[in-house]
């Protein structure tokens, strides 16, 4: 914690030195790598494509962004990309309360086994990446989302490139990890038109226990222009297999280590966990005794084998099967003095997440290949199904010192998702890398329809040449449907989630040329998903929907923010402070060991109070360094205890910390780059974070280190567009926990719902341009 502490500190110090040496007014030439977000009325910043090259080739875009002010990222892979452990928030904001969009599309709120779109790592391969913006506090009032409560992220694909070309890059390193990277642009063609095409395949062992986490993408994209208009289109696909970690407890990491996993590769012992839990009578000698967790009480022998103690210690294997098809195309131009912009879109999406339970056996008489007896151990999944098809249309005016802006989303979805069981034989499972068919059993099937309708207008007001105000609103209806095709339990109706009026209202102060203040109000709403898991109104039963369809009111939130923007010679930084009220926040609850899939428990926690500020600072020392510096302090609690319907008390967590809040997040950063030589190293610190809601339980601070460095070869030929990369993540080989609340989170008390992080690990990047 001390040493944490020390680091992070050090980072703010390297951020208020670059401050206060930005009066040397020097002169440089290191490329931009972070834009600030000049002129605008909220927190913004934009990462350029030359921030996102220095990445490991692999890694989540989202994963990027966690150097920027208020961001607090984890994963328990080194890439960032193993979407079960994913999580990003801003403001105490969750990754499901925040906005998503990639050239405009959609990507829904990004929670795992999405409703309604899709991860950004599934949507688009890093490389084909041409920046990403994020708007901390609320993003603008065009961006197709209903989710974005506390910020939006923002990500643009790379435009072909008008000169014939190709890349090739290929990257190997830990865990037998082997990327290959292929890239075709056709520059420019006789009707003016341009296109590319990109395949990337990576393959990687999973960093403890057995297993793999493989994708495979190809994007296309071709822009056409047709008179004073120009025609753009891409077509993304995707398919991802991923063999998944063991959800730890505080407990479990102490009694079987932080590198415990699933026993995947040991099916005896597999078999003697489920066998132990369902009949302790199949063995000879004391008889176990196990109490209602499934866990050995230590009276009679121990029928688990080995260190495990508890029935959800070790399951045999889990995985996440998702393949997607994402398209769009987009219409923009000028006409009658009108800027005009329509993008028609659409994505589907064919998912199943598998988990080899010891709590249902296999039948005998539904198991090709069965023998004498078929496993103790059966195969769940919950199946996923999206077809969504939208539009985005907006139009732009200028009235002298008026720009009048207006436009519209419209997105139809129709999700289907599923609770099956999958039979395995007894003398050798199947493979958890391969989607199943053949249930023995469904349990639960639903069908469920949203169509979502949103408006918008606003009008830029440039009042004189330091003065600009924006004000303007937006309108939201949602209605959701829900069908049960097949069993319990039965979940029939409709929800709606509608607000007439939600203002933006913000204005920026120009200083002078190079320093400008800023400040924002806006109001957002957050839809109710429609799905059977996670946090909905439809993940209950029919007379828990049917007490809450008419009284429970969407989330909704009110963010003030202003600040500060200010750039000389080698410098430019942003300060910011903002007062966050969180309406109507929902929490969800179930018993048992999260994967299990109890039923949830909603409850409205009331209102959340979230305050706080951040600073951050580019400082260009000369043309061959350059520093980075962010750091964000929040203190973001909840207003109210939960209460029954009839008023009482039922959980104190008034005044409590939200949970995966951290207080203090710091980052600091050094960039070197000469004469084709270029090397970054990035420290980051995250303070204590609370695993349950009334903060008992919350894992340590943590400070970790990234390196990149590599050589840009000079000349022509065979070198010429050469480049070679090296990455090592966690540098200092920190053993932490990452991933918080991946079983959601509790009350109180310890929980399976912890993922630790990947150690330190090594990767090499060959590139070439031709």
């Known amino acids: 914690m001390k040493s944490g502490l020390i680091t992070g500190v050090s980072a703010l110090a390297l951020l208020l030195a670059a401050t206060a040496a930005c009066a040397a007014d020097e002169a440089t030439g290191v490329e931009e790598l972070i834009i600030y977000g000049k002129g605008e009325s909220r927190q913004v910043q934009t990462l350029t494509v030359e921030e996102i090259q220095r990445a490991a080739p692999g890694s989540s875009p989202i994963k990027m962004v966690e150097k920027l002010p208020g961001v607090n990222f984890q994963s328990a892979d080194a890439f960032g990309a193993y979407e079960w452990s994913t999580r990003i928030s801003i403001r105490a904001f969750n990754q499901n309360q925040l906005g998503f969009t990639l050239d405009g599309v959609p990507l829904g709120d990004m929670s795992y086994g999405n409703h309604n779109g899709l991860h950004i790592s599934r949507a688009i391969a890093t490389e084909d990446l041409a920046g990403v913006e994020l708007a901390q506090g609320s993003g603008a009032l065009s961006v197709a989302s209903t989710s974005n409560l506390g910020g939006a992220l923002k990500f643009t694909s790379r435009t072909p490139s008008s000169?014939?070309?190709?890349?090739?890059?290929?990257?190997?390193?830990?865990?037998?990890?082997?990327?290959?990277?292929?890239?075709?642009?056709?520059?420019?063609?006789?009707?003016?038109?341009?296109?590319?095409i990109s395949y990337a395949d990576q393959k990687a062992d999973k960093w403890k226990g057995q297993g793999e986490q493989n994708q495979k993408q190809i994007d296309l994209k071709f822009v056409q222009p047709i008179g004073d208009f120009t025609i753009s289109a891409f077509y993304d696909y995707s398919e991802r297999r991923e063999n998944d970690y063991q959800d730890l407890s505080l407990e479990m990491i102490s009694r079987l280590g932080s590198d415990w996993d699933n026993n995947t590769g040991h099916w005896a012992d597999a078999v003697q966990i489920a066998r132990a839990y369902q009949t302790a009578s199949n063995y000879t000698g004391s008889k176990p005794i196990l109490d209602g967790n499934g866990c050995y009480t230590g009276s009679g022998a121990n029928p688990y084998p080995g260190k495990v103690k508890c029935v959800d210690d070790a399951y045999y294997d889990a995985s996440g099967l998702r393949d997607d098809n994402l398209w769009a195309v987009?219409?923009?131009?000028?006409?009658?003095g009108v800027d005009l912009s329509a993008t028609v879109y659409g994505h589907t999406n064919d998912g199943q997440g598998t988990w080899y339970t010891p709590y249902v056996a296999s039948p005998n008489n539904n198991v090709p290949g069965a023998t004498s007896q078929n496993a103790p151990i059966s195969t769940r999944t919950t199946e996923y199904s999206i077809d969504r098809k939208g539009l985005v249309v907006g139009a732009a005016l200028d009235l002298g010192a008026h720009r009048i802006s207006a436009g519209g989303w419209f997105e139809t979805n129709d999700f289907s998702q599923a609770r099956r069981y999958y039979g395995q034989n007894l003398s050798a499972p199947s493979s958890a890398l391969n989607f199943f068919s053949g249930p023995f059993y469904t349990q639960w099937a639903y069908d469920f329809s949203t169509?979502?309708?949103?408006?918008?207008?606003?009008?830029?007001?440039?009042?004189?040449?330091?003065?600009?105000?924006?004000?303007?609103?937006?309108s939201v209806s949602v209605k959701s449907d829900s069908v049960t095709r097949i069993g319990s339990p039965v979940i029939n109706g409709s929800i709606k989630s509608e607000?007439?009026?939600?203002?933006?209202?913000?204005?920026?102060?120009?200083?002078?040329?190079?320093?400008?203040i800023f400040a924002s109000y806006a109001k957002n709403m957050r839809a109710f998903a429609a799905a059977h898991t996670g946090l909905s109104p439809f993940a209950t039963t029919q007379a828990g929907f049917d007490a809450?369809?008419?009284s429970l009111q969407p989330e909704t939130s009110q963010t003030f923010e202003g600040g500060w923007r200010y750039r000389a010679g080698g410098f430019q930084g942003v300060l910011a402070?903002?007062?966050?009220?969180?309406?109507?926040?929902?929490?969800?609850?179930?018993?048992?060991?999260?994967?299990?899939?109890?039923?949830?428990?909603?409850?409205?926690?009331?209102?959340?109070?979230?305050?706080?500020?951040?600073?951050?600072?580019?400082?260009?020392?000369?043309?061959?360094?350059?520093?980075?510096?962010?750091?964000?302090?929040?203190?973001?609690?909840?207003?109210?205890?939960?209460r029954s319907a009839a008023g009482v008390v039922t959980q104190k967590i008034s005044g409590k910390t939200t949970v995966d809040s951290p207080k203090h997040l710091l980052?600091?950063?050094?960039?070197?780059?000469?004469e084709g030589w270029f090397a970054t190293m990035n420290v980051h610190y995250v303070s204590e974070r609370y695993f349950t809601f009334t903060n008992d339980k919350s894992v340590p601070s943590t400070t970790t280190a990234d390196l990149s460095f590599g050589y840009r070869f000079q000349g022509e030929g065979l070198v010429e567009g050469l480049e070679i990369q090296a990455n090592v993540t966690n540098l200092t080989d920190e053993d932490?926990?990452?991933?918080?609340?991946?079983?959601?989170?509790?009350?109180?008390?310890?929980?399976?719902?912890l993922l630790t992080a990947a150690p330190r690990e090594a990767f090499i990047t060959l590139r070439k341009r031709f």
Do not use: C
Request: glycine residues 14%.
């Open 736 to 753: 932490y926990v990452s991933t918080i609340g991946s079983n959601g989170f509790g009350y109180s008390g310890d929980n399976q719902t």
């Open 667 to 674: 980052n600091g950063e050094v960039n070197f780059e000469h």
């Open 451 to 474: 169509n979502t309708g949103v408006f918008h207008i606003e009008d830029v007001w440039t009042v004189s040449d330091q003065l600009k105000v924006n004000f303007g609103f937006k």
């Open 499 to 516: 607000e007439g009026f939600l203002p933006q209202v913000g204005a920026t102060w120009a200083l002078s040329d190079d320093s400008e």
């Open 163 to 196: 000169d014939l070309g190709a890349d090739v890059a290929v990257t190997a390193g830990s865990s037998s990890m082997l990327r290959v990277f292929l890239r075709a642009d056709t520059g420019e063609l006789p009707g003016g038109g341009r296109g590319s």
């Open 548 to 550: 809450i369809r008419n």
């Open 577 to 642: 402070a903002y007062y966050v009220k969180f309406d109507d926040r929902l929490i969800g609850t179930s018993a048992g060991a999260g994967i299990v899939g109890n039923p949830t428990i909603l409850s409205n926690a009331g209102s959340v109070t979230a305050m706080g500020f951040e600073a951050a600072g580019t400082f260009e020392l000369n043309d061959d360094w350059s520093l980075f510096g962010s750091y964000a302090y929040n203190d973001s609690t909840y207003d109210d205890d939960i």
């Open 330 to 336: 987009t219409a923009a131009g000028p006409l009658g």
